[in-house]
């Protein structure tokens, strides 16, 4: 099973984690076009890591792990989110978690 976990800060948000990347918060507004959300999912199951949520993801035949700024998903909500930048070996403190790949994103949107 492939895990990644996608990360988004916000304007305002904490600080970013040691070894974080960089995001854009410019980016994360609601109206971004489909274009700039390339990667979709349904959600299987959410974390919550105030200020944040990870996310795990079906997509195609693998699991994804996402993180974001607190978005409002549940259970079987279908999400799109941008490509973002993959870490490996990405361990959340506040999970005591280690998670193999991690895709940092800048939105997670959800869907219809």
Same mark, same amino acid.
């Given at each position: *099973? ?7 800060? /916000?304007a ?9 990347p ?11 076009a489909? /274009?700039?959300?390339?990667?979709q ?6 974390? /919550? ?10 997509q ?10 607190a ?12 490509d973002? *930048?993959?870490m ?16 940092f ?5 959800v869907?219809?």
């Amino acid at each position: *099973m492939l895990a990644l976990a996608v990360f988004s800060a /916000a304007a305002g948000a904490q600080s970013l984690p040691s070894g974080h990347p960089s995001v854009n918060p410019a980016a994360a507004g609601k109206g971004a076009a489909a /274009a700039q959300l390339p990667q979709q999912g349904k959600v299987i199951s959410t974390i /919550a890591a105030p200020p944040y949520v990870y996310i795990e993801v079906a997509q195609d035949k693998k699991t994804l792990w996402l993180a974001a700024n607190a978005v409002p998903v549940k259970k079987g909500d279908l999400i799109r989110f941008d490509d973002g *930048m993959v870490m490996t070996n990405f361990h959340s403190k506040t999970l005591n978690r280690t998670f193999p790949s991690v895709l940092f994103v800048n939105q997670v949107v959800v869907g219809k």
